[in-house]
């Protein structure tokens, strides 16, 4: 039997923002040909959906609702590791205030957006005489929550068994509880074990991040040394 798939608009969204290009020139001498100057530029973007057909949509790990990012992360809340048993513990709702290791006593929330707040990079150059040095920060995700959707296939406690697609990194195996008092946040490995989630906020990372991108050292030979050597 033959599925029929219909695609239609049944909401709205706006996104704002602002972008800020900022440059100057925070040292400049004539004496030996120093100058210090810095570039900033700056970008937000503020999601919200305006419209739905019905109040609220669950889609895979994601919440889509009025008033609230496209990008809106709905999952279980995790509530780290029983010391006793080595179980996962899960919170029961978005209050945070109880705990069950039954997932099926649990219910999902708000846990954050994946949509930066803003990104943006900042450039400094250095030059003195003919040298100059160029270096610049960079983020693209300052804000922003990351889910690892495949978290409990790259970092397996005994869930996928030992298939081939599937891993127990060095850091589960290292950090694992193993015995009544353990303090960790990772729990028991446990073959086959059915209760391990890639649902819950125990796999949620701050997205946030500032990187050297670019650095560049270059010298600017004058016009008398490039005739002298280079051309006849």
């Given amino acids: 039997m033959a599925t029929t798939f219909v695609f239609?608009?049944?909401?709205?969204?706006?996104?704002?923002?602002?972008?800020?290009?900022?440059?100057?020139?925070?040292?400049?001498?004539?004496?030996?040909?120093?100058?210090?100057?810095?570039?900033?530029?700056?970008?937000?973007?503020?999601?919200?959906?305006?419209?739905?057909?019905?109040?609220?949509?669950?889609?895979?790990?994601?919440?889509?609702?009025?008033?609230?990012?496209?990008?809106?992360?709905?999952l279980f809340g995790y509530a780290g590791v029983d010391q006793e048993t080595g179980s996962e513990m899960y919170y029961i709702d978005e209050t945070e205030t109880e705990t069950t290791m039954v997932l099926g006593e649990a219910e999902k929330y708000n846990h954050g957006k994946a949509t930066p707040d803003f990104y943006g990079s900042l450039t400094n150059t250095v030059t003195y005489k003919n040298f100059s040095l160029t270096a610049q920060l960079y983020s693209s995700s300052w804000g922003g929550q990351i889910f690892e959707t495949n978290g409990n296939v790259q970092n397996d406690n005994g869930y996928r068994r030992t298939r081939d697609y599937s891993n127990t990194s060095k850091y589960v195996y290292d950090n694992r509880w193993q015995q009544p008092g353990d303090i960790t946040n990772v729990p028991k490995y446990v073959y086959a074990n059915s209760l391990s989630s890639n649902q819950t906020s125990r796999w949620l990372h701050d997205g946030s991040y500032v990187r050297l991108k670019r650095v560049e050292l270059a010298y600017t030979f004058s016009n008398q040394m490039l005739r002298k050597h280079f051309y006849r």
């Fill in 8 to 74: 239609q608009n049944f909401g709205g969204m706006k996104n704002s923002g602002v972008e800020i290009s900022l440059n100057t020139k925070n040292i400049i001498t004539t004496t030996d040909g120093f100058t210090w100057s810095t570039g900033i530029n700056l970008t937000t973007n503020k999601n919200e959906i305006t419209a739905l057909e019905s109040d609220e949509i669950i889609s895979g790990n994601y919440l889509r609702k009025v008033g609230e990012d496209f990008n809106t992360l709905n």
